[in-house]
């Protein structure tokens, strides 16, 4: 299949995740995120979407910023497959611009959640490892560590362009980065887990080589002292 859309012209950055509980803090955020040129995106979760509403949410984003909204359900793509469709239009009409998606529920799923979005001019993300320990079962979880690199093999041949993977774990982004990923040309490697949950730009951009890569980061922004110091802060760790 023909490589799909990319969330960005940028060969690297800040994605501003907006856990944030009210839509004037989503607006402070936006606005403080438009003022670094480093910042290429704002992402917000089920959270905000559910109490709001998605288009409320990607409207108070565009009314302060021209930043792209990506939505992260937490976690889609782990429905049966005739659900990507609505959930793509869903997401079309709020206007939000790229979605991420943890195709756990398999293939056919992934297949059609990611058709879906493609369909309706949206930019899938596709989740492979998460931050938090206890995932994989190696670590103690439940999800099996040959599924992350069948997902990103299925995913590359759909298409998508764009994968998340934990930049507190360097060694697992290294391992896709130069592994089944080298053959996307580059990549789009978006990475949380930068700032509160211990990750740092520095290796995390390092292991992400030789892709595009994008630090998430939240917390370690919105709950700061001085959110724009702090943003600043990152991104000239992004521009080094």
Do not use: W
């Not at 003022?35 to 917000?44: I, L, M, T, Y």
């Not at 996307?184 to 730009?201: D, F, L």
């Amino acid at each position: 299949m023909t490589a799909g859309p990319t969330l960005t012209t940028r060969d690297r950055g800040i994605i501003l995740a907006a856990d944030v509980p009210s839509l004037d803090g989503l607006a402070s955020l936006a606005r403080v995120g438009a003022q670094v040129p480093e910042v290429v995106a704002v992402k917000v979760g089920f959270s905000l979407g559910l109490r709001f509403g998605l288009h409320a949410v990607a409207d108070t984003v565009r009314n302060v910023s021209s930043l792209p909204v990506i939505y992260d359900h937490q976690k889609a793509a782990t429905d049966i497959p005739a659900m990507g469709r609505p959930f793509a239009e869903t997401c079309r009409e709020a206007g939000v611009r790229g979605v991420i998606l943890f195709p756990q529920a398999g293939p056919k799923t992934l297949e059609a959640f990611v058709s879906a979005a493609l369909d309706h001019e949206l930019v899938p993300i596709v989740g492979l490892v998460m931050t938090h320990p206890g995932y994989l079962e190696s670590d103690g979880g439940f999800i099996t560590d040959r599924a992350p690199g069948a997902i990103c093999e299925a995913a590359t041949e759909l298409g998508v362009r764009a994968f998340v993977l934990p930049g507190n774990k360097p060694d697992a982004v290294a391992a896709f980065s130069k592994g089944t990923l080298m053959g996307v040309s580059p990549a789009e490697v978006m990475m949380p887990g930068i700032g509160a949950q211990g990750g740092t730009i520095s290796e995390a951009f390092e292991a992400a080589k030789p892709h595009h890569p994008f630090a998430i980061i939240g917390s370690a922004v919105y709950r700061a002292a001085d959110p724009l110091e702090a943003l600043k802060g990152f991104a000239a760790e992004v521009r080094t």
